[in-house]
């Protein structure tokens, strides 16, 4: 019986050997091609995705990139989860690839991903679906809102953490930068509140979910990716409860409900099932709070190494909270927010070198020719975003975290196009303001009340998803 299960395992190896190989050459000896330089071996099924996948400083491409780069050039084929792909760190390609979403490229999310976001997860959708789910997001964060239920959620939520720290502690900062993301997504999201016994089971399972998104796709009993399959029915079970609630109260004619949350605005949306709301926050949820709690996270990390910086922001902040004082205001405004001006250089800086996400999944659409390259149709294409923000021919000296860079790119241009941390074209992050908001607000309140360093030596990795090895871990010290 084993030595069959062997035999049979061997030949299903050698079949897909055979199948991936015949595979690559058909579209190389079929149509006369120039495909961009590389090699489409590695292992079955998964091609070269382990070094790909290598975990490595984020303000680097890490050295599989940088050999390939070597090697082959800027743009370069691969085989990437067993798929033939196009990689790109060509600042130019990847511009073109995301603004040509929908019509040469489309957005193309990896069965395991998709199979823990749900099919119907923004992340993993094109077309009109896609553009339906997506006019609610921008439209859940847009300035109006921002300004109105935002802004005063956001700063309660960044005073509440901040209370909670005790003077001369060590902790992990990307914990609580994880606790303020995530208190201010479920409150906007579903009107859950911070330490309720509900809000607090949603985190424990989403951790769970977070680890399998991480984990190699493998659905076994004793893997993260089972472990994660498990946790999203768990999260889908809480978020189901909220959503009967609000559908009760929309057929008992209660009014005035989609002011209170994005669920409730949902629930009586007329194109969407119940299965495609729940992922819908679902997604909401993850691309909300991964992603910012690593900004904040990130800037905590830079500013620690760089007291100039620091001492900046730190009059900054302290000028605005003084003339707030003479006003006899209390709660940061708008006009507050907009006089962060070099604030704005820190965040764009920390995301620049910080390089929250890396990469992107994209599929062509039809054949596409770029820089004499002939990309074929139905190939994946990843581009590699932080290539731009690495790039010495874009920014000077690419390694050196140096805020006061941004004052002259915002003086001289209206629009940079090399700022890639969220994305471009019609699928631009809608949560680029509030991620921007949220970083500003907790640095305004961080910087006037707490001194820190690092407790433990750490850095941010790119493992792909934004990391610290040792979750940043810091030491504080209280301003009097
Ligand atoms: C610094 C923080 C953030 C970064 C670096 C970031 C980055 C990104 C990136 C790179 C994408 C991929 C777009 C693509 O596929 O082309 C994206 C999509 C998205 N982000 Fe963000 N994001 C951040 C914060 C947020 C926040 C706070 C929200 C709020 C809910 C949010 C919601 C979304 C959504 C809904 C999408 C899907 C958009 C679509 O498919 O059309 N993001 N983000």
């Not at 209170?260 to 949902?266: C, E, N, P, T």
């Not at 992107?360 to 039809?366: D, I, M, Q």
């Not at 941004?406 to 994305?423: G, L, P, Q």
Request: aromatic fraction near 10%.
């Amino acid at each position: 019986m084993g030595m069959e299960l062997l035999l049979g395992i061997s030949t299903l190896i050698i079949a897909l050997i055979i199948f991936l190989g015949f595979r690559s050459n058909d579209k190389l000896d079929g149509k006369s091609l120039k495909l961009p330089p590389g090699n489409l071996g590695g292992w079955p099924l998964i091609g070269d995705t382990i070094p790909f996948m290598q975990p490595h400083s984020s303000a680097s491409l890490g050295t599989f990139m940088d050999q390939h780069i070597a090697k082959y050039g800027r743009i370069f084929r691969m085989n990437l989860l067993g798929r033939p792909t196009i990689v790109s760190a060509d600042p130019e390609f990847n511009r073109f690839i995301l603004q040509s979403e929908g019509r040469l490229f489309e957005n193309s999310c990896p069965t395991s991903i998709a199979e823990i976001m749900g099919r119907w997860s923004m992340l993993a959708l094109a077309g009109d679906i896609h553009k339906e789910m997506r006019s609610i997001a921008v439209n859940f964060m847009n300035n109006v809102k921002l300004r109105t239920y935002f802004l005063p959620d956001v700063d309660a939520q960044a005073v509440k953490i901040l209370d909670s720290w005790k003077d001369n502690t060590t902790f992990s900062a990307m914990e609580q930068g994880k606790k303020f993301a995530f208190n201010l997504m479920v409150k906007q999201l579903m009107s859950m509140d911070p330490g309720m016994p509900e809000t607090e089971q949603l985190r424990s399972e989403y951790v769970f979910f977070m680890k399998g998104m991480a984990s190699i796709p493998l659905n076994l009993p004793w893997t993260a990716f089972r472990r994660a399959l498990q946790s999203r029915s768990a999260i889908l079970k809480i978020m189901g409860q909220k959503l009967d609630e609000r559908v009760r109260k929309l057929q008992e004619g209660v009014q005035g409900l989609e002011e209170d949350d994005l669920l409730a605005s949902v629930a009586k949306h007329p194109h969407l099932t119940r299965d495609q709301i729940l992922d819908l926050i679902l997604s909401m949820l993850f691309a909300g709070h991964e992603t910012s709690s690593a900004a904040i996270s990130l800037a905590i990390y830079f500013l620690q190494s760089s007291p100039k910086v620091l001492q900046q922001l730190r009059e900054e902040h302290t000028k605005i909270a003084n003339q707030k004082k003479e006003r006899g205001e209390t709660g940061l405004n708008w006009d507050d927010y907009k006089q962060m001006e070099f604030t704005h250089c820190v965040i764009n800086e920390t995301l620049r070198l910080g390089n929250i996400v890396k990469f992107l999944h994209r599929k062509a659409l039809k054949d596409v020719q770029f820089k004499g390259y002939d990309i074929p149709c139905g190939w994946e294409v990843v581009p590699i975003i932080s290539a731009a923000h690495l790039d010495s021919a874009i920014y000077d000296d690419p390694q050196i975290y140096n805020p006061w860079r941004w004052e002259t790119i915002f003086a001289t241009m209206t629009k940079n196009s090399n700022v890639m941390s969220f994305s471009g074209g019609p699928r631009l992050c809608p949560g680029a303001e509030l991620a921007k908001l949220e970083m500003a607000v907790f640095l305004h309140h961080l910087v006037q009340r707490f001194e820190w360093e690092l407790a433990e030596h750490d850095y941010p990795v790119s493992f792909p998803f934004l990391g610290f090895p040792k979750q940043l871990p810091i030491k504080i010290r209280a301003l009097k």
